[in-house]
């Protein structure tokens, strides 16, 4: 049985860090993109990041560049998000995926999700 489960969510002040972090059971991992997405209130899932199966390549969400990254360990089946400087607007629910095998990460190429961790940004 597959498992993506998140942690690290919280409540912060705008211009804080955070690290989510996604660890993964019952997948061989390295062959699976991994990346975020997240679902603010009223609004539907939008990506955030990826990061490719080999953690060789990463990508963004425009409003998410330069502040937050994506790592992962494949030893530890763990992949996270380091998120600076954060603002009111990144507040949400935040989703771990893993895509189908070899594939990159779209909403339509993701295999597995998290149940997600709530990050909430208070201005």
């Known amino acids: 049985q597959v498992q993506l489960v998140e942690s690290g969510g919280g409540l912060v002040q705008a211009g804080d860090s955070l690290r989510l972090s996604c660890a993964a059971s019952?997948?061989?991992?390295?062959?699976?993109?991994m990346g975020w997405f997240r679902q603010a209130p009223g609004k539907e899932r939008e990506f955030v990041s990826h990061?490719?199966?080999?953690?060789?390549?990463?990508y963004y969400q425009d409003s998410v560049k330069g502040r937050f990254t994506i790592s992962r360990d494949n030893a530890k089946n763990t992949v996270y998000l380091q998120m600076n400087s954060l603002k009111p607007d990144d507040t949400a629910v935040y989703y771990c995926?893993?895509?189908?095998?070899?594939?990159?990460?779209?909403?339509?190429?993701?295999?597995?999700w998290g149940r997600g961790t709530q990050v909430t940004v208070s201005s």
């Open positions: 990061i490719s199966w080999s953690g060789g390549g990463a």
């Open positions: 995926a893993a895509s189908k095998p070899f594939r990159t990460l779209v909403v339509t190429t993701v295999e597995y």
């Open positions: 019952g997948l061989t991992f390295s062959y699976h993109t």
